[in-house]
């Protein structure tokens, strides 16, 4: 279309229930999380290697989408360094693109659809839970201001 850029970022999502999270994170021995899914064949697919997938922050994001109380672990550093790469190539090439998200009346990242008219006039980044109702992601554990603030160092 001529709105918008999709970027997928592979996380393994937000849940209702914490517990979810267990079968795809563990605790390592130093105590920090460890995605750590679960394959029959250990082959998890990651080209960097060696690496070990840990989110930027060692807790359990919790946070309100659509209504929905959801629990999800960060992206890793790894992923912030791209994304913030990527973004901010995104908006110089297309300068429509701002380095900004849905702010509600109090300055945070709206958690909510955007009205037609609303995402009409904005001019900035955008999870698929500001489009419908039917998604939650980058869900809640997504630090918009870390985003934003690098893409805009990069700026």
Known sequence: NDRSVGIEIANMGAYEDPAELDQWY???SD???????P?????????TTPFTATPARPEVVQGRIHDRDLNQYDLTDAQYASLIRLTATLCRVLPRI???GPRDGAGAIRRDV?????LAAFRGIVGHYH???EKIDPGPALDWDRLIAGVRRLD
């Open 131 to 133: 489009l419908t109702e």
């Open 39 to 47: 394959l029959s064949d250990g082959a998890t697919g990651l080209r």
């Open 31 to 37: 105590n920090r999380v460890v995605f750590n899914p």
């Open 114 to 118: 955007l009205s037609d008219a609303e």
């Open 98 to 100: 701002r380095a900004e």
């Open 26 to 28: 563990t605790r390592a």
